[in-house]
């Protein structure tokens, strides 16, 4: 019964939540950032390569942090171990949300016990990363690796007390929808080009074979579609890919024309909590039945009181 009751919310969703913003109101968009270690990096030398993993994300979060733009931060949990002070600053930020993405990218499938205990060991490596007093993270986000969404992983997920996770395979869009007890699926956006899907992530983009300009071109048409069609813009960039060269003038420029068009910047929590506000609000209570007996008949006059 309650499998039935969350795929009906899913459809009511998908149904009505295109028209939730009204006309003139900002065009939502939530911006996921990616932090994983670059496997391209291998031949350098530490301090190398520390520098190129982290120089990229500092350049990505350039382009928000100067106006207090929000964003979620997914890191995977070997990036957590190898810079725990760097995303412990990262995380201190109030326009910055944290989320886990396993503990390597592209990491293999696994059973569910061993998925269990990789993904218990990232969410205790980002969570660890806070400073004494401050602002302290509780992950509540999981963006797992692609096309590894099944009933096992929500089971895990949800016994990991995780409130959401990213959905990139691209078979839905727009607002997120329930898929377990206190669980729900954002997906990423997804455009059609030339007779495929594209999932809006930069490593999607790259296998496409865009190049930077493309990449850019597409990110501006996918924000004009949304602010007409109301639907939300959910879109995915890695730090070892937009973080320098074209994909990062790209991601620029495209940070630069959804600010300048006042978009409204949501990390992925703020976003699942507006679909869930969005779906009360569209949710009409059922009907009463009243009892037939109950029911005059209709054109039936009343009845004479005895003489």
């Known amino acids: 019964m309650r499998k039935r009751i969350l ?8 149904f009505v939540f295109g028209g939730f913003l009204a006309a003139g109101e900002n065009v ?24 190129l993993e982290k120089n990229t994300t500092i350049d990505l979060l350039n382009a928000l942090d100067p106006q207090d733009l929000n964003v979620t931060v997914f890191a995977t949990g070997e990036a957590s171990q190898a810079y725990p002070l760097y995303l412990t600053k990262v995380g201190s930020r ?15 499938w696994v059973s569910p016990g061993e ?7 990232a969410k205790r490596d980002v969570e660890s990363n806070y400073i004494c007093g401050g602002k302290q993270i509780k992950v509540e986000g999981y963006k797992p690796q692609r096309d590894s969404l099944n009933q096992t992983v929500y089971g895990v997920v949800m016994g990991l007390g995780i409130g959401y996770l990213v959905d990139d395979s691209g078979n839905q869009t727009g607002w997120a929808t329930p898929v377990g ?17 594209l999932v809006l992530s930069d490593r999607y983009a790259t296998e496409a074979g865009l190049e930077g300009s493309e990449w850019g071109d597409l990110l501006a048409e996918s924000l004009n579609d949304s602010m007409e069609s109301g639907i939300p813009m959910v879109a995915v960039f890695t730090n070892y890919v937009s973080g ?47 009892p037939a007996e109950e029911i005059p008949a209709e054109d039936t006059p009343a009845a004479e009181p005895p003489a």
Do not use: W
């Open 244 to 290: 320098s060269g074209e994909y990062l003038d790209a991601y620029r420029g495209f940070v630069d024309y959804a600010a300048g068009q006042n978009a409204s910047f949501v990390t992925c929590k703020q976003l699942v909590a507006m679909s869930i506000e969005a779906s009360a609000a569209t949710e009409e209570p059922a009907a009463i039945e009243t």
């Open 94 to 108: 109030a326009n910055h949300e944290m989320g886990v993405a396993g503990m390597s990218t592209d990491e293999p």
């Open 181 to 197: 007890e206190g669980l729900y699926s954002l997906p990423v956006s997804s455009v059609d080009r030339e007779g495929t899907r």
């Open 7 to 14: 795929l009906l919310l899913a459809g009511i969703s998908l």
């Open 28 to 51: 939502v968009l939530n911006v996921i950032i990616d932090i994983g270690l670059d496997q391209s990096a291998e031949g350098l030398s530490a301090p190398e390569r520390e520098a």
């Open 115 to 121: 998925l269990e205990s990789r993904l218990y060991k």
